[in-house]
């Protein structure tokens, strides 16, 4: 990142410029670096007034004089509103998409507060931070909830390859970074700041992609509703009589406490319905008061016109000795439109083929849902998007040329 500025700077006002103007990042003003550096287009922190000492940088004053510091930080201060925009968190999920998603002190604060006293921490608290701060999880699940609690939060070793992606609809059980703490089965997103809903078993009946969600954060209305295709459209034409029913299969929508106030430059009506709930992309099925997660809307396989839930064959695959991972996705098919595709890491001493994997999965799914191309691959050939979620559009990409 340094060097792309000072290359900006040099095109936009030779090597000596003072200014830095990229058309990539048109709203970029000023670059403030924490020590010694020969950069023109610089300042350091005496800009600030941070510390003590004449401001030399670019002949500008500090930013907050020594005198009114106190002052205009009380007045700023009193300018802040709960419902004010504070952070926007780029999330890809398993897309190559990013988007902006806004949320305001109101909305960040509360779910803060709340999972502070769900997972008990105080003053006391020692939490090491295992996920990056660049992902709500790492956010909320240490950062921001221990400094809520005035507790310590440890940042030590390497946060970026924690995890191997997991969300809840694996049936594989991932790591939990909180040996004093209890791991529950949970949905969530950045969208609503974090997990919303926590389920109290691991795993029911027929409906085993994930535990039945069964206790919601409070102060948060969740719906499943018909008629979505998973959060990208909708908006007006979806209404609250669009309920499903009992036993019935929707996208859930969520509105309330904690849910983000819009997507950066994103029309309102394409993310959420006439009533305000957030279509979140995710399925679910109505089980009375409680939920079952059934997959990813936008992760659907249509192969020969049949629908394919991705999640539903990893959990069978990853059932099945021997297969650590399982990571499924669509290809191109000139025959069927899409063709079921499986990227599976194997335990090495197992022996495992994908002739053994697809006799195995015949007597356990329909036979439009067997993976027609089985890849064994290594954990680290499986592209990751930077929170470390598996890349589909890439996996689905690479599958197809193995296949090829």
Same mark, same amino acid.
């Given at each position: 990142?340094?060097?792309?500025?000072?290359?900006?700077?040099?095109?936009?006002?030779?090597?000596?410029?003072?200014?830095?103007?990229?058309?990539?990042?048109?709203?970029?003003?000023?670059?403030?670096?924490?020590?010694?550096?020969?950069?023109?287009?610089?300042?350091?922190?005496? #800009?600030?007034?941070?510390?003590?000492?004449?401001? =030399?940088?670019?002949?500008?004053?500090?930013?907050?004089? %020594?005198?009114?510091?106190?002052?205009?930080?009380?007045?700023?201060?009193? $300018?802040?509103?709960?419902?004010? $925009?504070?952070?926007?968190?780029?999330? %890809?999920?398993?897309?190559?998409?990013?988007?902006?998603?806004?949320?305001?002190?109101?909305?960040?604060?509360?779910?803060?507060?709340?999972?502070?006293?769900?997972?008990?921490?105080?003053?006391?608290?020692?939490?090491?931070?295992?996920?990056?701060?660049? #992902?709500?999880?790492?956010?909320?699940? %240490?950062?921001?909830?221990? @400094?809520?609690?005035?507790? /310590?939060?440890?940042?030590?070793?390497?946060?970026?390859?924690?995890?191997?992606?997991? /969300?809840?609809?694996?049936?594989?059980?991932? !790591?939990?970074?909180?040996?004093?703490?209890?791991?529950?089965?949970?949905? *969530?997103?950045?969208? =609503?700041?974090? @997990?919303?809903? #926590?389920?109290?078993? #691991?795993?029911?009946?027929?409906?085993?992609?994930?535990?039945?969600?069964?206790?919601?954060?409070?102060?948060?209305?969740?719906?499943?509703?018909? *008629?979505?295709?998973?959060?990208? !459209? *909708?908006?007006?034409?979806?209404?609250?009589?669009?309920?499903?029913?009992?036993?019935?299969?929707?996208?859930?929508?969520?509105?309330?406490?904690?849910?983000?106030?819009?997507?950066?430059?994103?029309?309102?009506?394409?993310?959420?319905?006439?009533?305000?709930?957030?279509?979140?992309?995710?399925? *679910?099925?109505?089980?009375?008061? +409680?939920?079952?997660?059934?997959?990813?809307?936008?992760?659907?396989?249509?192969?020969?016109?049949?629908?394919?839930?991705? !999640?539903? /064959?990893?959990?069978?695959?990853?059932?099945?000795?021997?297969?650590?991972?399982?990571?499924? /996705?669509?290809?191109?098919?000139?025959? +069927?439109?899409?063709?079921?595709?499986?990227?599976?890491?194997?335990?090495?001493?197992?022996?495992?083929?994908?002739? %053994?994997?697809?006799?195995?999965?015949?007597?356990?799914?329909?036979?439009?849902?067997?993976?027609? =191309?089985?890849?064994?691959?290594?954990?680290?050939?499986?592209?990751?998007?930077?929170?470390?979620?598996?890349?589909?559009?890439?996996?689905?990409?690479?599958?197809?040329? @193995?296949?090829?």
């Amino acid at each position: 990142a340094f060097v792309a500025l000072g290359e900006a700077a040099q095109r936009t006002g030779g090597s000596g410029s003072k200014r830095i103007v990229i058309a990539e990042a048109p709203f970029l003003r000023w670059i403030l670096i924490d020590g010694d550096h020969d950069q023109p287009w610089a300042h350091g922190p005496a #800009w600030l007034g941070i510390v003590d000492g004449p401001a =030399t940088d670019q002949g500008a004053g500090p930013l907050v004089d %020594s005198e009114l510091g106190e002052q205009l930080l009380t007045a700023a201060e009193a $300018e802040v509103h709960p419902d004010d $925009e504070t952070i926007i968190i780029y999330t %890809s999920g398993q897309s190559a998409d990013p988007k902006g998603v806004v949320h305001t002190h109101r909305s960040m604060l509360t779910k803060v507060h709340y999972l502070r006293e769900m997972l008990g921490f105080d003053r006391s608290t020692r939490i090491e931070a295992k996920l990056p701060f660049f #992902w709500v999880g790492g956010l909320v699940m %240490s950062l921001f909830t221990g @400094m809520d609690a005035g507790g /310590v939060v440890i940042c030590e070793g390497d946060r970026t390859r924690y995890g191997i992606g997991q /969300v809840i609809g694996s049936a594989a059980v991932q !790591a939990n970074p909180y040996p004093n703490l209890t791991l529950a089965p949970a949905l *969530g997103m950045t969208e =609503t700041f974090g @997990m919303y809903s #926590w389920g109290t078993q #691991w795993r029911v009946g027929e409906f085993d992609i994930a535990a039945p969600l069964d206790h919601f954060q409070p102060g948060l209305d969740v719906k499943l509703v018909r *008629g979505s295709i998973g959060g990208s !459209a *909708g908006g007006p034409g979806v209404q609250s009589d669009n309920e499903v029913g009992d036993g019935e299969r929707g996208e859930i929508a969520v509105r309330g406490a904690s849910v983000t106030n819009r997507l950066h430059k994103v029309d309102r009506t394409t993310c959420f319905d006439a009533d305000g709930y957030y279509l979140t992309g995710d399925e *679910g099925l109505r089980d009375g008061q +409680r939920i079952h997660f059934t997959g990813r809307l936008g992760d659907m396989i249509k192969t020969s016109g049949a629908n394919v839930s991705p !999640a539903e /064959v990893e959990r069978e695959l990853q059932a099945f000795g021997g297969v650590l991972r399982a990571h499924v /996705v669509a290809i191109p098919d000139p025959q +069927r439109d899409q063709r079921v595709a499986a990227a599976i890491v194997a335990d090495p001493v197992a022996g495992l083929t994908a002739d %053994s994997i697809r006799d195995w999965l015949k007597d356990r799914l329909s036979p439009y849902k067997v993976p027609r =191309t089985i890849v064994i691959i290594d954990a680290d050939e499986i592209p990751m998007t930077p929170t470390m979620k598996v890349n589909k559009p890439a996996l689905s990409s690479l599958l197809a040329t @193995m296949a090829a």
